[in-house]
Each structure stands twice: as structure tokens, then as C-alpha cells.
């Protein structure tokens, strides 16, 4: 997302005064949870675009986010007291207060990163310390800078162009461009970041995931077709046993009638009542023998 938009958002929030409950995520979203808010914070980190918003819809499958739960602890009744958003770069600093089982004031701050590719989720300490990370990062992975909890937090160095522009409202997103002075627009940028987040890129990774879901079945059902069609072979043909025996008990009953080179003969079916005549094909290369242990 650019620099503009984000640091409109920044502006339009940077007030919010809400106390932190928990965190929780799904995939590559993190939602923030207040006490006493119906609205809750999104952190959106997908590769497709990257930004924060705050929203009432929850139409995302939650779980407890195990790799924030020390940020979570931490954070744990502290007031979001301020955001502000980096003068460099697209880093969001959510700035919280609490005071401590020893009733000391402590200071956190939540650094998002939403830079492509190097998005991260930091919470570092009055001492800008860092404390804990979603993505632990050593000297071996970056000899530029590291991200592991004890070191104090450095902003990345990376060539980005900050363009501060003013925002003419209405905007909205129109292809992968975000158009400006626009008559059926947005007049806040959170609500179009909450539209691109779950009208464009939700929606598209739910008709993925439907349309590999149903490429899934459909080829189930053509794997299992194929076994259905086999399984109907061999029933029809385990239907045939009783009466390919049969016939061969009969061919053995008239061994003496048969002769070499025969392609057929009459006998009498004494397994049914009344013993009616039924004729039995044979093959003629065939000897006698070889035609009874064929049936």
C-alpha cells in the first residue's frame, strides 16, 4: 500500500483510546481485540497488499495466535493510546500504556512493518528493546539488522521513496489502482482499506479456495467413477458363477455326448424344476476337458 494511504489512516486514527483483550489470527490476519468494542483492529499482512483497518466484519475463521502470545501477555490490559506512522517508511506504531503488578507506568509500542515482502508485527519497550516478534530475523538470515527479542529494534534500511501527497476524497479502488476525487468513492480511507481487504482480496482467495475445492471433488468423483465402473464389471461377473458352474456340472453329467470339435450342445438343466432343455456354446478348438474347466 502506499505511503499516502497508510499515513491518512494513521491520521484518521491516531486517536482510538481502546484497551487491548486478546489477539487472534487467521492465516496471514491478525485482529487486535478491545474490551467493550464491537469494532476490533485488522492487521492485514497478505502479499497481495499490506495494510491495518478497523472493522465490525468477521467473516474470517479465528484462532488463538501462538506466535504473538508473548506480545500478547504483555499487552494484556494496556490502553492503545496513540497511532503514528513512520516519517521513512510504511511502519505503523501502535503506542500502548498499562501500569504494571508494581503499579509502574510502562510504555509499549506495536510496530507493524508493512513493507512487501518483509512484513513484520514487533513489540518493543519504553527502552525500544525489542520484546517479542511474529518473525525472528539473526545476522546469518540479514547482516544488515537482526529482529530477536533482547536487541534493541532498527528500523530496515531499505531505498524507499517517501512521497508525502495530500488525498483528494472520494477514493476507491479500481483495478489495482486507488482512484482520488471520485463521485462514489470512500470518504475515509479505513473504510477502503476494509473494502479492498474483504470485497477484492478475500473474495478472490475464497473462490480459489472454492474452485480448488470443487477441482478436489470433481476429481474425486472421477477417480471413484472409474472404481464404480470396475466394481459393476466384476459384479456382473461374480453374478455369472453360479451359473458358469452350473453349466460345467452339466457338461461333466454329459461328458460321454461331448465331442471334440462341438460349438454347442443340448442337455437337460436339472437345477431348475422340470428340468428344462438349455443349450451350452462351447469352443471347438477346445478339447472336452479344456471347455468343462473353462466354465
Known amino acids: 500500500m502506499k505511503y499516502k494511504y497508510l499515513a491518512a489512516w494513521a491520521t484518521e486514527n491516531s486517536y482510538p483510546k481502546a484497551v487491548f483483550k486478546r489477539i487472534d489470527k487467521y492465516e496471514d ?4 481485540i478491545f474490551r467493550k468494542r464491537n469494532t476490533f483492529l485488522q492487521i492485514n499482512l497478505a502479499s497481495e497488499d499490506s495494510f491495518c483497518f478497523f472493522t465490525d466484519e468477521d467473516l474470517l475463521p479465528r484462532q488463538e495466535a501462538n506466535d ?16 503514528e506512522i513512520s516519517k521513512m517508511d510504511r511502519i505503523i506504531h501502535f503506542l500502548f500504556e498499562k501500569i504494571d503488578i508494581y503499579n509502574q507506568k510502562q510504555n509499549y509500542s506495536l510496530i507493524v512493518e508493512l513493507i512487501p515482502r518483509y512484513q513484520n508485527i514487533i513489540l518493543v519497550d519504553s527502552f525500544n528493546m525489542i520484546i517479542d516478534c511474529k518473525k525472528k530475523i539473526s ?17 530496515p534500511d531499505v531505498e524507499y521513496e517517501n512521497i508525502v501527497e495530500q488525498i483528494s476524497f472520494p477514493i476507491k479502488k479500481e483495478g489495482k489502482k486507488i482512484v482520488e476525487n471520485c463521485s462514489d468513492g470512500f470518504q475515509k480511507v479505513n473504510d477502503l482499506f ?3 481487504y474483504y470485497r477484492e482480496i478475500f473474495y478472490l482467495r475464497y473462490e480459489k479456495k472454492r474452485a480448488d475445492a470443487v477441482r478436489k471433488v470433481n476429481k474425486q468423483i472421477k477417480k471413484l467413477s472409474k472404481k464404480i465402473q470396475k466394481l459393476q464389471v466384476e459384479l456382473a461377473s461374480a453374478e455369472k458363477v453360479t451359473e458358469w458352474k452350473q453349466k460345467a456340472e452339466l457338461l461333466k453329467g454329459n461328458y460321454n455326448q461331448l465331442k471334440p470339435g462341438m460349438d454347442k450342445i443340448k442337455v437337460l438343466n436339472y437345477y431348475e424344476e422340470n428340468f428344462p432343455e438349455i443349450e451350452i456354446l462351447l469352443l471347438p478348438e477346445l478339447s472336452v ?7
Open 139 to 155: 545476522f546469518a538470515e540479514n547482516r544488515h539488522r537482526q529482529i530477536i527479542p533482547g536487541v534493541e529494534y532498527q528500523a
Open 29 to 32: 490476519q491478525y485482529r487486535i
Open 194 to 196: 476494509n473494502h479492498i
Open 289 to 295: 476337458q479344456q471347455n468343462i474347466d473353462k466354465y
Open 68 to 83: 504473538l502470545s508473548v506480545i500478547s501477555t504483555h499487552l494484556s490490559s494496556a490502553r492503545l493510546n496513540k497511532i
